[in-house]
């Protein structure tokens, strides 16, 4: 049996940067905790729990030893957050992915000029809700073309943008739909539509670009093992790519889950996971996935 691991798989620049700075802090003796899970992979918190980062909330704020340090992780926050933290005298340490801070910025920026903002997510995302704090919370929140039909009035210029996890067919769905309401509502020239409704496709490029080499790995694979964490957004989409182009794809978070007889027949066995899972823990994937092929003595 051949196990292959998907080159294109791993940890995005955004999450290597965020794991970096961590590691970094803790290097150096810092007391560190994460606000909120670091990554949507718990072996990979696993292990940085072992190197002294503990995971905190939001309420145990408050609870936290002088000295500590508090890390924003790369899915950002609202801004009450830093204002909180700034009253408690808390140090933080910022590892916001840069991608999601500019999202921030332009979401602000139309909110502030008073148009409808519309974004393309999972509300209760860690992502997303730094988003909605950005519109103090005045904004829509939709993950499917059905909500869009049921509530996005449009009535007033609208801008719509995209969680930069989320899949990139169904966004196009959901603005082709309402740059066509638009067109019903406003009766005017496309000129003046055009002013009324702006669609800001803000899906990361790392994880849009890896559907097609994705497809094509999986599809070159008698079996798929995907490993992600279950929390994992940009995990959800590459396993359905994956189970597109292979039905026989399987969807882990460690070896443990691995049933042998997924494996029967195959020849060629090949191995994704998200841009939350770390490298080590596919090749974890892999070693154990070679012990189960090898003959019995």
Not at 35 to 59: A, C, F, Q, V, Y
Request: proline share 3%; glycine share 6%.
């Amino acid at each position: 049996m051949n196990v292959y691991i998907d080159p294109t798989a791993g940890f995005c620049w955004g999450v290597v940067r965020t794991i970096d700075i961590a590691e970094e802090e803790l290097s150096s003796g810092s007391r560190l905790v994460s606000l909120g899970d670091i990554i949507h992979n718990p072996k990979e918190i696993d292990r940085l729990d072992s190197l002294g980062m503990k995971t905190i909330d939001h309420t145990q704020l408050e609870q936290l030893p002088d000295g500590t340090k508090v890390l924003i992780r790369a899915h950002g926050e609202p801004a009450s957050t830093y204002r909180a933290a700034r009253e408690r005298g808390i140090e933080l340490v910022d590892a916001t992915c840069p991608i999601v801070t500019k999202l921030q910025e332009r979401i602000r920026k139309y909110y502030d000029d008073g148009w409808q903002v519309v974004i393309f997510g999972k509300k209760e995302h860690a992502e997303v809700i730094g988003l909605r704090g950005v519109t103090n919370d005045e904004c829509i929140v939709i993950k499917s073309l059905d909500e869009a039909r049921a509530e996005v009035n449009l009535d007033r210029p609208t801008v719509l943008f995209s969680q930069t996890t989320m899949d990139k067919a169904s966004f196009a769905e959901i603005r082709a739909f309402l740059r066509e309401r638009v067109e019903e509502f406003a009766e005017g020239s496309m000129e003046e539509i055009a002013t009324d409704f702006h669609a800001k496709d803000t899906i990361c490029g790392q994880v849009s670009g890896r559907d097609k080499k994705l497809r094509e790995f999986a599809a070159s694979n008698d079996v798929m093992i995907f490993v992600a964490g279950r929390k994992s957004s940009n995990g959800k989409v590459l396993f359905e790519i994956s189970r597109e182009a292979n039905p026989r794809t399987h969807f882990i978070e460690d070896t443990r889950e691995i049933d042998p007889a997924w494996l029967d027949g195959a020849e060629n066995v090949g191995i994704s996971g998200a841009t939350s899972t770390p490298h080590w823990l596919m090749e974890n994937v892999k070693e154990y996935i070679q012990q189960l092929a090898l003959p019995v003595r």
